[in-house]
């Protein structure tokens, strides 16, 4: 948000209200109720929130009928509804309710007719060992205790739970975290390349060969190789990754001099190679020389309470990047804690991304998120602007369009001497007269071509039915039927 303003003759309530609104991360400028009409003249503000208790708060609203206030009430205070009056919150004020305030206020100024947001930004996201929840911290247990020594790591576990990470983090805390860490994903690479892929080549062992090339083993020389989708890797590759994991020793594809190796193997899977071991799709003897070490990489839906602060690491990765990142309410947050993430911390980590596309900088709520994460019985707010705005928009529109579409059409023969109708007359014109009887054509055109049904024209022209029925009556307008039978 660009700014807001904190209005209030109460000081203790101002220094709550700094800071709160400095804990969300918002900018903000504080002035009593006698200077703040003029810092609203002379200043761009995004949102007000506004003490009742100073002096002529309810005029400051109507004053500025752009501006989305929020008004602080002590309980029972009353307080009259105004359709830039987003919202009330009652004192003392809490953390959350606030939030839900400032939230409104930025979907009235994004939803404002006329207003218009930038399209989005490009972000990146990875994930991260981060939680308090029970299983997370198991993990981080078992990566410090096996970390320092050189056992075989086996990460099990659902696609998008972060098993890359894991081994990462087991790398990075053993004695090997100077040498290389390699990932192979043998799920991506053809099993008739994989070997290659693997122990390198020599000079002419395959047609294009045309040079000896090191493999992933030489490669993560005194370090890590990361065999990611092992589960998908080939049966005669299983054979021949077991020699080397047993023996120490490879040789070149097209060579015959051993090559020895000091290399660490963490491996991972989603698939139960158990049962791929009873249908005979994975070797028995390679599954007991990778599981020496199992760790079991959890389901997101297994520890939803980590939910809020993957969200606020996520967030903390793309402003690290330079872009503003979203927010949260509690409600959203809570929301997203019921969802059953089938993808895992992938999905989540690419909701953020796309949330951060569709609201840079600002706080989301359980409207905004995509249908599938909405849980809970909650009415998506609808702004009620004042008539002043609807109307001068629509007018913009409607001149606008208007001049479009004369400057599309050629002159006519002759067009020469025609009255050109969007210039001023030379003795001048009623603007008011004019506007009402261009109103009045306007929305008699719109109830005709809908056959009169009030709530078809209503869509028609932008509108509520209710306002529409008010114009009606405004200027008389009627059925000429309905005219002829009551008379």
Partial sequence: MKDILLVSNNGELIHKLETIVSFIGEPYSTRTSALSAQYLRENEVDAVLLDFAAPSGQELILQFPHIPFVAL?????????ERNLVG???????????TQAIHRCQEYNRRRPGSDKPSGVKTRLFRSLVGKSEEIQTVRRLVEQVAPT????????????????????????????DGPFIPVNCGAIPGELL????????????????????????????????LDEIGDMPLQ???????????????????????????????????????????????EDLYYRLNVFPVDSPALRERKEDIPLLLQELISRIQGDGVDAVKFTELAIASLMEHQWAGNVR????????????????????????????????????PDYPEELLERDAFNALFAESAAQEAQQP???????????????????????????????????????????????????GMRRTTLVEK???????????CSSDN
């Fill in 347 to 382: 999905e989540l980590s690419n909701l953020v991304e796309r949330l951060s596309i569709l609201y840079p900088g600002q706080i989301v709520d359980i409207p905004d998120l995509p249908p599938k994460y909405q849980y809970g019985d909650v009415q998506a707010y609808q």
């Fill in 73 to 81: 009430v002590e309980e029972d205070s009353p307080v009259a509804p």
């Fill in 195 to 226: 070997e290659s892929e693997l122990f390198g080549h020599e000079k002419g062992a395959f047609t294009g060969a045309i040079s000896a090339r090191k493999g992933r083993f030489e490669l993560a020389e005194t370090g890590t190789l990361f």
């Fill in 472 to 482: 009606m009556r405004k200027y008389n307008i009627q059925r000429e039927e309905q």
């Fill in 411 to 461: 002159p006519e023969e002759g067009g020469a001497d025609l009255p050109d109708q969007s210039q001023l007359p030379i003795d001048g014109v009623n603007l008011k007269e004019y506007l009402s009887e261009l109103e009045i054509n306007l929305i008699i055109q719109a109830l005709e071509q809908q056959e009169w049904v009030v709530a078809r024209a209503a869509d028609k022209l």
């Fill in 237 to 283: 590759m299983q054979v021949k990754l077991l020699r080397v994991l047993q023996e120490r020793t490879f040789e070149r594809v097209g060579g015959n001099t051993p090559i020895r190796c000091n290399v660490r193997i963490v491996a991972a899977t989603h698939r139960n190679l158990e049962t791929m071991i009873a249908e005979d799709k994975f070797r």
């Fill in 150 to 177: 050189d056992a075989t790591v086996l990460i099990l576990g659902e696609s998008g739970t972060g098993k890359e990470v894991i081994a990462r983090n087991v790398h990075f805390f053993s004695d090997r975290k």
């Fill in 88 to 98: 009330v919150v009652t004192l003392p004020m809490t953390y959350p309710v606030l």
